[in-house]
């Protein structure tokens, strides 16, 4: 074990997974609980966008991902602010457009985009060190903003008419919490790719709610949980050579099915009791 | 400024079409309006206006003193996320939250005042329950003890009495004619008749309003009010009845 930790990829591997964890945990039970899940799907696909265009142009990749995440999450809030039109069509719309231009600028970029495959599904495996830095950075951002305006947040996810009625900054704190989700997804991505976002997003805060009813509790059981399969896929993906992204993904998947599949017969195993 | 809230003017709408039109209306300290009328009729509309959640497209809402930011809202418990993971106690302190507080934590005070709200509306032994546990009646009375907690001087409440059993309306009544001794209250219902004791004025709304002022409560009124809702809902023909007892004001 310890011969493996001495490796420079697999520590900043389980770095980025431990760091990643904590961003879901600390940002998913908003994006469940405010049924942002679709947004957030929209978002890590515009990010191919901001891919194809940093190759297009010789720079680093994430941050290409990070301008165009970014834009999107601002472009959807002042849409949902001024409920100009059915959000959801915008956001598909935004999707789809996004991984157009994504593609064709790959296209257009001479020669063969070899860590292109990785950011579509993730290669924890190959993060470099730079960009372990950069998401420290953005962890401390999301993880200082939610603890700074945690009960404004909690406002409006559990009755934003009422957060308005006590007069809380709820345009700012609706923006700011898409925003926080863009620095979360960008920070995702280098671990499962763009396309297996959400389910980083989601499948820890879905385990998390089987055995917590606390939102704070809820946050800190999705973190651990978020650390357990990230780092069972780091090792399934290290040893078995299976792809890190879906790697964790299914062992996510496959722990939440247990989690039910076990609490469904001890319920029933309740009720039949006289 | 004698009244708590002046309304003058306000018109809203949403996208084109205006909902409530020209609407003028004054809140007195301590006193008990009834907001009635047909579904569609721009009730909660004008509830949320008032409360600030809407800007109006024209008129004015003046508050006495300090009255705006101490308003009191009990919405309907299907507006807000149902499902969302919280237990009774943090719920109603979410009620001490304001836009000038709300990036400190709760204090011990605001803690207590929770506390003893949830034992005087019999949620005390409830307090660590989730409130998706509760039943509708319940749920109505956490909503109501988040708008109390934060010491309100008026309290809005958007169809309190839809989720209740009739003990349940009786003991609403009750704790809502104790508190009419230190707050207006405003109740937004189509079903005026279990608070026929309680209210002092009644506001017939259905884009525009129809308001009777003091002293009219005598038994020919009651009797067309009481007609007015009635009718309203059964024939959808609202102006032709609610003109009857008009009394002298806009229509």
Redesign the interface.
């Known amino acids: 074990m310890s011969a493996i930790l001495s490796y420079e990829f697999m520590q900043n591997a389980i770095l980025v997974g431990i760091m990643a964890s904590i961003v879901c945990g600390v940002i998913g039970p908003f994006i469940v ?1 405010r049924r942002m899940v679709f947004i957030s799907g929209g978002l890590s696909h515009t990010a191919f966008g901001g891919l194809g265009i940093a190759y297009w142009l010789g720079i680093r990749p994430l941050f290409g991902a990070m301008a165009f995440v970014l834009t999107a999450a601002v472009l959807i809030g002042r849409q949902e602010e001024k409920r100009l039109s059915q959000n959801d069509l915008f956001i598909g719309i935004l999707w789809a457009v996004g991984v157009a231009i994504g593609i064709l600028f790959i296209h257009m970029t001479p020669g063969y985009a070899p860590d292109l495959m990785s950011f579509l599904f993730g290669n924890i495996l190959t993060v470099p060190r730079a960009d372990v830095l950069i998401t420290l950075l953005l962890t401390l951002i999301v993880t200082g903003a939610v603890t ?2 945690y ?2 947040f ?2 409006i ?13 709820v345009a700012a704190l609706k923006m700011g919490l898409m925003i926080l989700t863009a620095l979360s997804i960008v920070t995702l991505i280098q671990v499962v790719g763009i396309l297996l976002v959400i389910a980083l997003l989601t499948i820890p805060v879905a385990i998390a ?1 089987e055995f ?4 704070r509790r ?1 946050m800190l059981l999705s973190i651990l949980c978020g650390i357990l399969i990230c780092l069972s896929g780091l090792m399934a993906s290290y040893f078995i050579e299976f792809p890190s992204g879906a790697s964790i993904i299914l062992i996510g998947g496959a722990l939440l099915g247990v989690v039910k599949g076990v609490k469904r017969v001890t319920n029933r195993r309740k009720t039949a009791l006289p | 400024m004698e009244n708590l809230i002046e309304i003058e003017h306000l018109t809203y709408g949403y996208q084109e079409r205006a909902v409530l039109e020209d609407i003028s209306l004054a809140i007195a300290p301590r006193d008990f309006t009834l907001l009635i009328g047909p579904n569609g009729g721009g009730k909660t509309t004008l509830l949320k206006l008032i409360l600030g959640i809407l800007t109006p497209w024209s008129g004015t809402i003046r508050f006495q003193g300090e009255t705006g930011g101490r308003l009191g809202y009990v919405p309907q418990s299907a507006r807000f996320n149902r499902t969302f993971p919280i237990s009774v106690f943090d719920m109603v302190l979410t009620g001490c939250i304001r836009g000038d507080n709300y990036l400190s934590r709760h204090t011990r005070e605001e803690e207590e005042k929770s506390g003893a709200i949830l034992e005087k509306l019999a949620l005390y032994g409830k307090r660590k329950d989730n409130i998706t546990d509760l039943s509708g009646g319940q749920l109505q009375r956490v909503l109501i003890a988040r708008a109390l907690v934060s010491e309100p001087v008026s309290l809005f409440l958007d169809e309190p009495t839809t989720a209740m059993d009739i003990t349940s309306q009786t003991d609403l009544l009750d704790l809502l004619a104790e508190l009419q001794e230190r707050m207006s209250i405003m109740v937004v219902t189509h079903d005026p008749t279990p608070y026929a004791q309680s209210y002092r004025h009644i506001a017939c709304l259905n884009r525009r309003l129809y308001f009777h002022g003091r002293g009219e409560l005598d038994s020919a009124t009651l009797e067309k009010v009481y007609g007015c809702p009635v009718e309203i809902l059964g024939h959808g023909i609202p102006h032709t009845l609610l003109a009857a007892h008009e009394e002298g004001k806009r229509p």
Do not use: C, K, Q, W
């Open positions: 609980t700074i305006y009960n404004g909690v406002a996810a559990l009755d934003e008419e009422y957060a308005r009625a006590r007069r809380l900054p709610s917590a009813r606390n939102f809820i």
